[in-house]
């Protein structure tokens, strides 16, 4: 069942669920909600206590005015948690930009996490004039004419024509994206521009699964192997997904993620 905290001065919508010792934290996409991971979560939820929530801004979490700050983002990990009297040790998920968040976590609170899997990771928006300029357009045509003046070019990279076989999981997916609130959503990828969070994966320690997907426009899987490289120890695997990995492949997205946070390798793909 959905339930509200105020965490760090924002009302977050969070569903703690699920059974066992051992508690994941899933941290979803831009554009998303906890409801990103409603088709993995009862994989999950037969081995582990579960904690899911809907990111300031983003679905039935309070919707902010002005920018967002990074850092506070990564600290409502914290504020849940301490709500919820969660002081062990947790593994955290991360899907797309929501890998930022939970790596970002792992590498400033290396003793509260103990395992980390991460899908098409997002740790930086680019450098160079052309992509800035791209992403202020985005942002300002989104504020001024509403989600559904970019859903089409958004979804063609993050969810291509060879993934949609399954039409209703897609179009689901597509309805949740246009509810989102447009400024929250431009406030949002104007802080992804500036976020850099390369400097700071030397400095994860726990056991790190990075996702790469074969079909993710938006980030090549040559982009996620890259990242992890730059993590002790880390392994990379490439699946046949994009980069909604959780979302569009959520069978292969469990059979990937659940044996790692149990301690036993990754099934070979």
């Known amino acids: 069942m959905m339930k509200w905290m105020e965490v760090n001065g924002v009302s977050l919508c969070y569903e703690l669920g699920g059974r066992g010792d051992e508690t994941v934290i899933f941290v979803h ?11 993995t979560l009862p994989t999950f939820q037969e081995h582990f206590r ?56 792992a590498a400033r609170h290396p003793s509260r996490v103990a395992r980390l899997a991460v899908a098409s990771p997002v740790t930086s928006g680019g450098s160079g004039g052309r992509k800035a300029e791209a992403r202020e357009l985005r942002a300002a045509t989104i504020e001024r004419e509403g989600m559904r003046s970019y859903v089409t070019q958004s979804l063609s990279t993050s969810y291509p024509e060879v993934l949609r076989g399954n039409i ?40 790190t699964l990075v996702l790469g997907a074969t079909h ?14 730059q993590i002790r120890g880390a392994r990379f695997v490439e699946v046949d997904s994009g980069h909604f990995l959780a979302v569009q492949t959520p069978e292969l997205f469990a059979k990937m993620v659940v044996p790692f946070l149990q301690g036993r390798d990754a099934p070979r793909v």
Not at 29 to 39: K, M, R, V
Not at 171 to 198: K, Q, S, T, V, Y
């Open 168 to 207: 209703a999981r897609f179009e689901g997916c597509r309805a949740r994206w246009l509810a989102n609130d447009p400024w929250c959503f431009a406030a949002l990828n104007r802080m992804i521009g500036e976020m850099d969070l390369n400097p700071e994966l030397s400095n994860i320690e726990s056991p």
């Open 216 to 229: 993710d426009l938006n980030r090549l899987p040559e982009l996620s192997q890259s990242i992890a490289r």
């Open 29 to 39: 996409e831009s554009g998303g909600s906890l409801h990103s991971w409603d088709e």
């Open 50 to 105: 579960t904690l899911r929530y809907d990111q300031r801004g983003f679905g039935l979490s309070e919707k902010i005015r002005g920018g967002f700050v990074f850092d506070e983002i990564v600290e409502d990990i914290n504020g849940l948690l301490a709500g919820l009297g969660i002081s062990g040790p947790c593994h955290l998920v991360g899907s797309a930009y929501g890998s930022a968040i939970v790596l970002a976590y």
